[in-house]
T-cell receptor, first 113, second 110 residues
Framework: DADVTQTPRNRITKTGKRIMLECSQTKGHDRMYWYRQDPGLGLRLIYYSFDVKDINKGEISDGYSVSRQAQAKFSLSLESAIPNQTALYFC????????????FGEGSRLTVL | GIQVEQSPPDLILQEGANSTLRCNFSDSVNNLQWFHQNPWGQLINLFYIPSGTKQNGRLSATTVATERYSLLYISSSQTTDSGVYFCAVIWGGSQGNLIFGKGTKLSVKP
């Protein structure tokens, strides 16, 4: 089983729908992240969390919200999806407040029609 | 903010060839990592290398932090090396978060 698991792996939805992407990890890391990947733009940080009580906005947080339900779980929500949120989304974890290696989930491909 | 530039953007190799990928960054960094994204989209951490040289099989990496660059060497390339290679850094202004370059797309032909 993967150390960092994302669900769903693929999702097609319509404009205006609410979508939740979930992430769970078994690595015991405190820090969790959500990134978005668009062709030619690399990965951009949406939100990150040091622990269940500490959530921070990243570079591109507008239109997104997150919830850290437990140390091992970090979910990303799109309250009202729009087509330019079509992208590949990655959850990641790290130890030592980002000072150690980053480990990624397998990605969630979201298409908004 | 910091600029992370990777070169070349695209690279095509014949199987068995060697290659060097470069990552330049515009400010001092505390952390540098190399990742490989395979054609199926999976991102794998290759090296955590804020300074110095590390080797893992046919891959090695060197970071010269004082000169603000890192190099990833791939020797005797294989078709399974194909994909996109990303460099990512942590600097003082990123609050401990990794800032990614746009990647080098590598295609290894049989």
């Amino acid at each position: 089983d993967a150390d960092v698991t994302q669900t769903p792996r693929n999702r097609i939805t319509k404009t205006g729908k609410r979508i939740m992407l979930e992430c769970s990890q078994t690595k015991g890391h405190d820090r969790m992240y959500w990134y978005r990947q668009d062709p030619g733009l690399g990965l951009r940080l949406i939100y990150y969390s040091f622990d269940v009580k500490d959530i921070n906005k990243g570079e591109i947080s507008d239109g997104y919200s997150v919830s850290r339900q437990a140390q091992a779980k970090f979910s990303l929500s799109l309250e009202s999806a729009i087509p330019n949120q079509t992208a590949l989304y990655f959850c990641a974890t790290s130890d030592l407040r980002g000072g150690g290696p980053l480990f990624f989930g397998e990605g969630s491909r979201l298409t908004v029609l | 903010g910091i600029q992370v530039e990777q070169s070349p953007p695209d690279l095509i190799l014949q199987e068995g060839a060697n290659s060097t990928l470069r990552c330049n960054f515009s400010d001092s960094v505390n952390n540098l990592q190399w990742f490989h994204q395979n054609p199926w989209g999976q991102l794998i951490n290759l090296f955590y290398i804020p300074s110095g040289t590390k080797q893992n099989g046919r891959l090695s990496a060197t970071t010269v932090a004082t000169e603000r660059y890192s190099l990833l060497y791939i020797s005797s390339s294989q078709t399974t090396d194909s994909g996109v290679y990303f460099c990512a850094v942590i600097w003082g202004g990123s609050q401990g978060n990794l800032i990614f370059g746009k990647g080098t797309k590598l295609s290894v032909k049989p």
